[in-house]
């Protein structure tokens, strides 16, 4: 079946660390994988996708590589600020459905 | 383009009570609509989701029940909520699998 295993939380970093948020997941087929991000009392937003093999998507300076040899799509920014501080969603579809980690807080502090 | 909006975005109602939570999409024809539920400090939770009018697929058993009466309107609901009904509800569509869910900005739902 379809899966996302993702990084437990919580995370804090201060301002201008890097990040690096993990994840991998197990899927039938060749699944697009996505990272979902939420601030406060928000809905998801889409931070951005990768919808095949090697293919690396990238948004407000974070990027992940759709690695199929290590079923990881593992989210990275080089430098956070405090306006990142939110939990973020790793995510692959699946058929008519998406499955989502579990999320992992990111608190950045000045 | 496409929009989907939800409503309201808080509720306290008192146990026992029904609900009725509306999400609409707009811009788009035969969207994929889903329901999630996220419980204070988890992950989401799939309630239902609908490929079409009338389809509705449930994924956990509860006292909420969803229905879609038009092919892009998409409506939670319960005859009498739970205190363990309370969280953060949100709806989502998508169309092809490779463009993502676009999710609603929520309803925090808190029974009393």
């Known amino acids: 079946g379809n899966s996302v295993t993702q990084m437990e939380g919580p995370v804090t970093l201060s301002e201008e660390a890097f990040l690096t948020i993990n994840c991998t997941y197990t899927?039938?087929?060749?699944?697009?994988l996505f990272w979902y991000v939420q601030y406060p009392g928000e809905g998801l937003q889409l931070l951005l996708k990768?919808?095949?093999?090697?293919d690396k998507g990238s948004n407000k300076g974070f990027e992940a590589t759709y690695r199929k040899e290590t079923t990881s799509f593992h989210l990275e920014k080089g430098s956070v600020q405090v306006s990142d501080s939110a939990v973020y969603f790793c995510?692959?579809?699946?058929?008519?459905?998406?499955?989502f980690g579990t999320g992992t807080s990111l608190t950045v502090i000045p | 383009s496409q929009t989907i909006h939800q409503w309201p975005a808080t509720l306290v109602q008192p146990v026992g009570s029904p609900l009725s939570l509306e999400c609409t999409v707009e811009?788009?024809?035969?969207?994929?609509l889903y329901w999630y539920r996220q419980a204070a400090g988890r992950g989401l939770q799939l309630l239902f989701y609908?490929?079409?009018?009338?389809?509705i697929s449930s994924e956990v058993p509860q006292n909420l029940s969803a229905s879609r009466p038009q092919d892009r309107q998409f409506i939670l609901s319960s005859k009498k909520l739970l205190l363990s009904d309370s969280g953060f509800y949100l709806c989502?569509?998508?169309?092809?699998?490779?463009?993502?869910?676009?999710f609603g900005s929520g309803t925090r739902l808190t029974v009393v």
């Open positions: 989502a569509w998508s169309g092809f699998s490779n463009y993502g869910y676009t």
């Open positions: 899927a039938t087929g060749y699944p697009s």
């Open positions: 990768a919808t095949k093999a090697d």
């Open positions: 995510a692959l579809s699946g058929g008519n459905q998406f499955y």
């Open positions: 811009g788009t024809s035969n969207p994929n």
């Open positions: 609908s490929v079409g009018i009338g389809q």
